[in-house]
């Protein structure tokens, strides 16, 4: 696997190729801000409704696997672009679970976030249900 930086319609790309496959995962600072902007917001809102915290799961109302962009409201919120991961925030943090499919592209989508990356399925890793 060969990490390599690209650069494309102005947004910095880190690209792995490996066995003839590519996975594009986007990293540039200007996302990373934005991010963080959408968590603080999302949080003030919470305080407002009293709500301590909001579990966010990679689905829509019918539970479908494959979802709309309307939907996408993990993905819009963290930046994970992974199509399994439940993200979790409350009022002091934001914590994402995901399967080791995306261990490594969640570690790169995350890292400057603040959301902390749940290992699923690793020894000592809680439950959301756990956790909460």
């Known amino acids: 696997m060969c990490p390599v930086w690209i650069e494309i319609f102005g947004r910095r790309e880190l690209e792995f190729e490996d066995f ?7 990293k540039y600072e200007t996302m990373k801000e934005e991010i963080i902007k959408r ?3 999302f949080r003030a809102e919470m305080r407002k409704a009293g709500i301590a915290a909001v579990v966010i799961p990679q ?6 696997e494959y979802i709309a962009s309307h939907w996408q409201v993990r993905r819009w919120l963290s930046g994970f ?9 409350t ?6 679970w995901t399967d080791s499919r995306y261990f490594i592209q969640a570690a790169l989508q ?3 976030t ?4 749940m290992k699923e399925g690793i020894p000592g890793t809680p439950t959301i249900t756990q956790w909460l």
Do not use: P
């Open 20 to 26: 003839g496959y590519i996975c594009n995962i986007y």
């Open 114 to 117: 603040g959301i902390k990356l």
């Open 59 to 64: 689905t829509d109302a019918h539970l479908g």
């Open 39 to 41: 968590l603080d917001a």
């Open 110 to 112: 995350l890292d400057g």
């Open 91 to 96: 009022l002091n943090e934001a914590l994402l």
């Open 81 to 89: 672009t992974g199509s399994a991961g439940t993200l979790v925030v």
